[in-house]
Nanobody, 118 residues
Framework: QVQLVESGGGLVQAGGSLRLSCAAS????????MGWYRQAPGKQRELVAD???????DYADSVKGRFTISRDNAKSTVYLQMNSLKPEDTAVYYC????????????WGQGTQVTVSS
């Protein structure tokens, strides 16, 4: 069974930076996609960014140019560097991974709170 453990959330002033990390553990043969979603109070969960095993990335328009996603395949870890944070980035950030062992699987992390004060 694959599990994801997130770290790096917290409180930061507008214009500041935070780096989120998410490590996958368990029996892992292959991780196809790793990514970050977020959910603000009263809103639906939305994709922030994701990255393929080969390094192809996709970003929400609202974070392009400010956030950078990267991954270390050897460590089964994905990172989200968040710069120039805005109050509207405040949300619970969830790590996501999709992979394959003998069958495909997908898992979510427990979420980490990011709060940006104005």
């Amino acid at each position: 069974q694959v599990q994801l453990v997130e770290s790096g959330g917290g409180l930061v002033q507008a214009g500041g930076s935070l780096r989120l990390s998410c490590a996958a553990s368990g029996t892992i043969f292959k991780i196809n996609v790793m990514g970050w979603y977020r959910q603000a109070p009263g809103k639906q969960r939305e994709l922030v960014a994701d990255i393929s095993e080969g390094g192809s990335t996709d970003y929400a328009d609202s974070v392009k140019g400010r956030f950078t996603i990267s991954r270390d395949n050897a460590k089964s870890t994905v990172y989200l560097q968040m710069n120039s944070l805005k109050p509207e980035d405040t949300a619970v950030y969830y790590c996501y991974a999709q992979g394959a062992n003998f069958a495909t699987w997908d898992v979510w992390g427990q979420g980490t709170q990011v709060t940006v004060s104005s």
